[in-house]
């Protein structure tokens, strides 16, 4: 079993629709990323999470670390945010180092 | 400004050559990482380093080779050994705060680069 789980994989969604994607770890964290990769780009870091909630723009990101999850939300989507989104975490004692990712989110957004 | 600076963006190779890609970061993290990701997959490890002058072997290490000799400096190697070299690589550093995670507790990510052997 993954240490951090994405769901969904995929995510076709119409321009203007709210979108949430979710990510759950197994493991002791002390903080969480939120990464976007667009087709042939490179990656670039949204947010880094610790606790509580951040907005930046369209986009809300929300961690509870009882219970170990955390949320991405993209409020009124564009086909811009047409990407894949990445969860990493900072674990502690992860089984390979302590930076773990999940296996991604592709999103689609339709105009 | 502190960073994280992976080089080249694109990089192009005869099959049967040995390439090396750059990974420097800035920020005094002890944790580097290289990792792969191939057309529609996940990021895969390929090594890890936690300290200077030691690193570890990740999932897909084969046909690859790292060195730490400087804290800021992680490179990889891509060997003709590798079979099938043409992939994304992303280098990415960390810092996880003392006990508890207190203190600094940051990652950071490079662009990434386009490896194509020909």
């Known amino acids: 079993k993954n240490e951090v789980e994405q769901s969904p994989q995929n995510l076709t969604a119409q321009e203007g629709e709210f979108i949430t994607i979710n990510c759950s770890y197994s493991v002791g964290i002390s903080a969480l990323h939120w990464l976007q990769q667009h087709p042939g780009g490179g990656i670039v870091s949204l947010f880094m999470?610790?606790?509580g909630k951040k907005k930046h723009g369209r986009l809300i990101a929300t961690i509870n670390i009882q219970e170990k999850h955390s949320s991405l939300h993209i409020t009124a989507s564009h086909p811009r945010d047409s990407a894949v989104y990445i969860c990493?975490?900072?674990?502690?004692?992860?089984?390979?180092?302590?930076?773990?990712f999940g296996k991604g989110t592709k999103l689609s957004v339709k105009p | 400004d502190g960073g994280i600076t992976q080089s080249p963006k694109y990089l192009f190779r005869k099959e049967g050559q040995n390439v090396t890609l750059s990974c420097e970061q800035n920020?005094?993290?002890?944790?580097m990482y290289w990792y792969r990701q191939d057309p529609g997959q996940g990021l895969r490890l390929i090594y890890y380093s936690q300290i200077v002058n030691d690193f570890q072997k990740g999932d897909i290490a084969e046909g690859y080779s790292v060195s730490r000799e400087k804290k800021e400096s992680f490179p990889l190697t891509v060997t003709s050994a590798q079979k099938n070299p043409t992939a994304f690589y992303l280098c990415a550093s960390s810092i996880m705060g003392g006990v508890g995670g207190a203190g600094r507790n940051e990652a950071f990510f490079g662009q990434g680069t386009r490896l194509t052997v020909v």
């Open positions: 990493a975490v900072i674990a502690y004692g992860g089984s390979q180092g302590n930076l773990i």
């Open positions: 920020l005094n993290h002890d944790a």
């Open positions: 999470l610790s606790s």
